[in-house]
């Protein structure tokens, strides 16, 4: 168990609908990142916040944003659903906010779009 | 263009074997990881590497910076160590993270 916790686990739901994935960093965890793995894609790297605050940005659809609450808790929110967004979605939580730092995952996000 | 290149995709190898995976990079980097995804999904970090040589138990990590390049040893290879095994690399301009494509690995009793 890393201490990260995601929920749900498992979404199922329609194209064009919104959905949020929810995420819980390990305790003293100031750093929240986000990615999604899909069958044909991979892992991919979508957004990482620090505090509060976007840190980092990667391949993260202009459908998807994110935010990290002052509890440290993060949210995805994924609109306008498509078929394609059918992934595993992991949050990872980190001690600090960039260069070399432990990432610890969470058990992921399965999300079924129909 | 993939800034990240395993090899090799696919491993069988049998209890006991030693075994090698290799990670290649194009771009700098401030640290490179080495993960494992059992069958149920789970993601662990094995290694986060930004120099040298780590080694947990019968893991041993090593990166090259000048030759963009690291590999993952696991000794005395067991079944429970099957599993993908996924090289990450976080840029060190703009903080992307890049992965690789994974190397499957099974082993045999």
């Known amino acids: 168990d890393s201490g990260v916790t995601q929920t749900p686990k498992h979404l199922i739901t329609a194209t064009g609908q919104r959905v949020t994935l929810r995420c819980s960093p390990r305790?003293?965890?100031?750093?929240v990142y986000w990615y999604q793995q899909s069958l044909d894609q991979g892992l991919q790297f979508l957004i990482q916040?620090?505090?509060?605050?976007?840190?980092a940005k990667g391949n993260i659809l202009e459908r998807f944003s994110a935010q990290q609450f002052p509890d440290l808790h993060s949210e995805l929110n994924l609109s306008s659903l498509e078929l394609g967004d059918s992934a595993l979605y992991f949050c990872?939580?980190?001690?600090?906010?960039?260069?070399?730092?432990?990432?610890?995952f969470g058990p992921g996000t399965r999300l079924t779009v129909t | 263009k993939n800034e990240v290149e395993q090899s090799p995709q696919n491993l069988t190898a049998q209890k006991g074997e030693f075994i090698t995976i290799n990670c290649s990079y194009s771009?700098?980097?401030?640290?490179l990881h080495w993960l494992q995804q059992h069958p149920g999904g789970g993601i662990v970090s094995l290694f986060m590497?930004?120099?040298g040589k780590k080694k947990h138990g019968r893991l041993i990590a090593t990166i090259n910076i000048q030759e963009k390049h690291s590999s993952l040893h696991i000794t005395a290879s067991h079944p429970r160590d099957s599993a993908v095994y996924i090289c990450a690399v976080r840029v060190l301009t703009g903080n992307q993270f890049y992965f690789g494509t994974g190397t499957s690995l099974t082993v045999i009793p």
């Open positions: 916040y620090y505090n509060g605050e976007e840190r």
């Open positions: 771009v700098g980097i401030s640290a």
């Open positions: 305790s003293g965890d100031l750093s």
């Open positions: 590497l930004s120099s």
């Open positions: 990872a939580s980190s001690v600090v906010a960039g260069g070399p730092n432990e990432q610890y």
